[in-house]
């Protein structure tokens, strides 16, 4: 008897997280933003955790140029990986630091680098003076304007709770996979199946705080 009902514990917990995470993700995912219409709102948002502050530039529904900025002494995103796109670092004024591939460089005023999509890097500011950087030419846009959206939606949750809370995770799950942002470990796969199931607990959450 207690082995029926410990199979039956396990049935429905598996048919809650795999059919319940296809209906939340294919099924009742909300409907696709509106990027300008959101960013005419918020025209700028910022990460006390990571010291950053961005700002609307220009943007359409796929893509967002941004003016930002780092802190002195501000330390940045962990080291991170995007698998969908490029990110491009034009520095306008001060001295970015960047880890790439675990290495260290530093860019001055004046100079650029384009980030390859897959490439582990970390922007942050090793000086006292605030590191401005903006592509004034707007040749390459910072980044996809869901991924914008989805840092405009991280950070304060990052910055109440703290960058490794729970409610963190909770929240990237709710973001879903269009918030291309992961750790080097573990294996990004790993990380997108934890999204997956988390997100039926997630959603409820979400909408029961609101």
């Not at 670092?89 to 001060?94: D, L």
């Not at 903006?134 to 989805?150: K, L, Q, V």
């Not at 929240?171 to 291309?180: E, I, P, T, Y």
Request: aromatic share 12%; net charge positive.
């Amino acid at each position: 008897m207690i082995q029926k009902i410990t199979i039956y514990f396990f049935g429905f917990v598996l048919l809650y997280f795999v059919g319940g995470g296809i209906l939340f993700n294919h099924v009742f995912l909300p409907k696709p933003i509106d990027y300008p219409a959101y960013f005419e709102k918020h025209q700028q948002f910022a990460s006390k955790e990571e010291g950053m502050q961005l700002s609307i530039k220009k943007l359409d529904a796929e893509k967002v140029f941004l003016k930002m900025s780092l802190e002195p002494y501000a330390e940045g995103p962990p080291e991170h990986i995007h698998q969908n796109f490029d990110e491009f670092f034009a520095v306008e004024k001060g001295t970015l630091s960047l880890l790439i591939n675990g290495q260290k460089r530093t860019l001055k005023a004046g100079e650029s680098i384009l980030i390859p999509k897959g490439t582990p890097h970390k922007p942050f500011n090793e000086t006292d003076q605030v590191v401005i950087l903006n592509d004034c030419t707007d040749i390459h846009p910072t980044m996809p304007s869901h991924f914008a959206y989805g840092l405009s939606q991280l950070y304060p949750v990052m910055d109440k709770h703290g960058a490794k809370s729970p409610k963190v995770l909770l929240k990237l799950a709710v973001l879903g996979f269009k918030c291309d942002t992961w750790m080097q470990n573990p294996p990004i796969f790993v990380q997108k199946t934890i999204r997956w199931l988390l997100s039926p607990s997630a959603r409820i959450i979400s909408k029961m705080s609101e």
